[in-house]
């Protein structure tokens, strides 16, 4: 009669290191499904903050079109902002931004001045947005950029750039998105 053995040993590190590979691997690809839900997530929030920016600018021009609305005027005018092109970074300042704005998309009153916060604060939101808890409206990575078009026999015409640009979850490099509208303008 033979005695059963039990396994060795190398039989025994064997398994426990396929099974620590095949948890690895499944704790990786949680792990990548989570950050990729988060990232969805935060795209439609941005997405959604860029919208009411567009519909804010929308609005201004209608209301100027009907004859009534002083915002259109502010924001308005003739010549272009600065261009933000840092791939690597998230504009910090509005040194980094200069002459572009935001809009409080409650009132459509545009903020020129002390609007922007630094994204990449440990203090900052997850992703882009505008906050209106502080009285005057705070941007978090939105920005307005503005550029003017005199439209000679037709009327003059206004292209805003409306970006975002945050730290995405599980990404070692910032996401952006960006809208165009274009209008022209009613008094010309």
């Not at 059963?4 to 590979?21: C, K, N, P, Y």
């Not at 209608?62 to 915002?71: D, M, N, R, Y």
């Not at 272009?80 to 092109?85: A, D, I, R, S």
Request: aromatic share 8%; net charge negative.
């Amino acid at each position: 009669m033979r005695s059963s053995r039990g396994d060795t040993i190398i039989e025994v590190l064997l398994a426990i290191t396929v099974f620590s590979l095949v948890s690895i691997a499944t704790m990786t690809i949680m792990n990548q499904g989570t950050n990729a839900a988060q990232r969805a997530l935060e795209i439609t929030h941005v997405r959604q903050q860029i919208d009411a920016q567009a519909e804010a600018l929308r609005a201004a021009q209608q209301a100027a079109t009907a004859g009534h609305g002083t915002i259109w005027g502010q924001i308005a005018q003739h010549g272009n902002t600065g261009e933000y092109n840092n791939d690597a970074i998230c504009p910090r300042s509005l040194g980094d931004v200069s002459g572009t704005f935001i809009l409080d998309a409650r009132t459509g009153q545009p903020y020129t001045a002390n609007w922007l916060e630094d994204i990449n604060l440990s203090t900052s939101p997850p992703y882009a947005q505008v906050l209106y808890d502080t009285g005057s409206p705070k941007s978090y990575g939105i920005w307005i950029e503005r550029a003017f078009s005199e439209g000679g026999t037709l009327p003059d015409l206004y292209t805003f750039t409306v970006n975002a640009c945050w730290q995405g979850a599980g990404l070692d490099h910032p996401l952006k998105l960006e809208t165009v509208v274009r209008l022209y303008d009613p008094g010309s």
